[in-house]
């Protein structure tokens, strides 16, 4: 008798999803998006709600309000980044309160090896060679637990390595996504696929859950496959106040009262009061005045 096989359903509730697959002290947790775009941000926000421990954060080569939250939250321990502000905006301030108290350990990598460090991860490499030229720069000492020296078994040259990046958990953004869990993206992709790839479990926040015939009619598309992903979320401006791209842009005037709240632990604390805590993402958007 043959057996017929069932697809895994993985669309999720927001709440669900942070409470099923992201545990309190978490290993290490990546986050999606550079910059102010495509950030998952509503992932992010359940996340402090059910306030979650985070040993290590690890973010694109350039993140923004998507890390900060968390680490003004008191929610991390540790921080793997090549960059943490808000452009033109200015600084991060509470990555940079936090930092200078000592509460925060910060592990500054170049971008090229936090990239190359996810790459060697979802490969399975035990470490990754870099190319010449880092080693004439201070980054290394900076965090040197990132950076070694090895031999090249081919030309007897002294390398500089680093071991792989291989996060817990991954939150990412996708543009449209079917419920079981296959998706695209439909605009900048950016270190998002690496930690797909490179983390032990991957959560998807997308803006759409669509049928998954219209996926396979055009199956080319789909660049997260559904069996890495262990839950999707739908979240409607879920990237708020950042950018999802081709659908919305960020949202610099509450970005602007964000670093002015922030810019004290009071006011910070008056910020998650107001926007985050005791609210679900309806309220959030209500408050924001964005339209869900």
Not at 156 to 181: N, S
């Amino acid at each position: 008798m043959s057996q017929e096989l069932v697809r895994q359903k993985k669309e999720l509730p927001l709440s669900e999803a942070i409470s099923r697959f992201v545990p309190d002290g978490v290993e290490s947790l990546a986050i999606g998006g550079m910059h102010m775009h495509n950030c998952p941000m509503a992932l992010i926000r359940e996340i402090i709600r059910q306030q979650i421990h985070i040993k290590r954060l690890i973010t694109s080569p350039a993140a923004s309000i998507n890390a900060d939250l968390l680490i003004g939250a008191g929610l991390v321990d540790e921080i793997v980044t090549s960059y943490l502000g808000f452009e033109h905006l200015g600084l991060a301030p509470a990555y940079r309160r936090f930092a200078q108290a000592g509460r925060l350990k910060v592990y500054e990598l170049d971008e090229l090896t936090l990239i190359l460090g996810l790459r060697a991860a979802a490969a399975g490499q035990p470490f990754v060679t870099l190319p010449p030229g880092i080693e004439l720069s201070d980054v290394p000492k900076a965090s040197p637990e990132f950076y070694k020296t090895v031999t090249d078994p081919f030309s007897g040259r002294t390398v500089l390595a680093a071991p792989p990046i291989k996060p817990k958990v991954a939150l990412i953004v996708t543009q449209q996504a079917d419920e079981y869990g296959n998706a695209l993206f439909k605009g900048s992709v950016f270190t998002d696929r690496e930690m797909m790839f490179a983390a032990e479990t991957v959560l998807v926040q997308s803006e759409e859950i669509i049928p998954s015939a219209r996926l396979t009619k055009t199956p080319q598309q789909v660049t997260v496959p559904g069996y890495l992903v262990s839950g999707v979320v739908q979240a409607r401006f879920g990237c708020h106040p950042t950018s999802c791209h081709r659908v919305y842009h960020h949202d610099e005037d509450h970005l602007k009262i964000y670093l002015q709240m922030a810019a004290t632990a009071e006011g910070f604390d008056e910020y998650l009061n107001k926007y985050v805590l005791n609210r679900n993402e309806t309220d959030y958007l209500s408050s924001t005045q964005v339209k869900g």
